[in-house]
């Protein structure tokens, strides 16, 4: 789907990433990559960082994250920035969505 014009829910594979995560890839190209994660009630997105600046918009839900140390919980329409680096992490408080927007690509989450 790299260079993919048009990308359509319907068509995206989901892949399951144990724990109660999902995870649909969605339009991306080298310089950026559009991503959705769903995530049950108690499902955790362990502590974690990555040489990506990362944009996260909440779809739906409630999370409790941790972004270099600081604790907040966010709902829907809430964003955060985690930066090249950061280490960052969550909890779903209530079942939910995340759309995370990726600046370059994320090559591990593909196979081109």
């Avoid at 310089?31 to 997105?45: H, I, L, R, S, Y």
């Avoid at 918009?57 to 964003?79: C, H, M, N, P, Q």
Wanted: charged share 25%; glycine share 8%; with cysteine.
């Amino acid at each position: 789907m790299k260079n993919d014009r048009w990308v359509f829910y319907d068509t995206v594979i989901p892949q399951d990433q144990g724990n109660g995560v999902v995870r649909r890839v969605l339009a991306y190209d080298k310089d950026v990559m559009t991503v959705e994660n769903t995530f049950e009630k108690g499902a955790v997105g362990a502590l974690h960082s990555h040489p990506h600046t990362q944009i996260t918009y909440v779809l739906s839900g409630a999370f409790e994250f941790t972004i270099d140390g600081v604790k907040k919980v966010v709902r829907t329409g809430d964003t955060l920035l985690k930066t090249n680096g950061v280490e960052h992490g969550c909890v779903c408080l209530e079942a939910g969505k995340l759309l995370d927007i990726f600046t370059p690509y994320r090559e591990d989450f593909v196979e081109d």
